[in-house]
């Protein structure tokens, strides 16, 4: 196991609570996410921050821009904001590479270029990772090179801190 631990926990207010899930729930229109009553915490990790949710670690950031975690996306089910790759790219993003355009059979439209999305699979719609993307959502399925940068991935350390 590794030696990655969240630092500098803080346990949000509820108004705190309130706030960073409607800016999240704005990211994702009608999803719902946690109950005014869920203990929410932020924390660092060397290379993101990270929210925890009842001890689960349900979203992200880096800067300003909180997204869901795979754990998060998982828990919550949003439609919105999402990359789906053909089976035989799942391997490939499991082991945290970035999304190449081939690899890419749909994508939401309005996804523009450092916006946050999910990489999901065709087959059962299951997220896979989270990252940046590098080029817009409506030219992913049709363009060459990579679409989208991979920041988090089933089975990687923040994956682990939850296990």
């Known amino acids: 196991m590794s030696d990655l631990r969240i630092r500098k926990r803080v346990r949000l207010k509820a108004k705190q609570s309130k706030a960073l899930r409607e800016q999240l729930e704005a990211v994702f229109p009608g999803t719902t996410l946690w109950d005014d009553g869920a203990a929410v915490e932020t924390g660092n990790l060397p290379d993101l921050d990270v929210i925890i949710v009842d001890g689960t670690i349900h979203g992200v950031f880096q800067g300003e821009a909180p997204f869901l975690s795979v754990r998060g996306v998982l828990a919550y089910r949003p439609t919105a ?83």
């Open 81 to 163: 904001r999402s990359v789906t790759v053909d089976m035989g790219a799942i391997k490939f993003v499991h082991n945290g590479a970035d999304v190449m355009a081939p690899g890419i059979v749909a994508a939401d439209g309005d996804l523009q270029v450092g916006d946050w999305c999910w990489i999901k699979d065709e087959q059962n719609g299951q997220p896979l990772a989270i990252g940046h993307c590098l080029m817009p959502g409506a030219e992913m399925p049709k363009n060459k090179g990579k679409a989208v940068a991979s920041v988090h991935h089933i089975g990687d350390k923040v994956w682990g801190l939850d296990s």
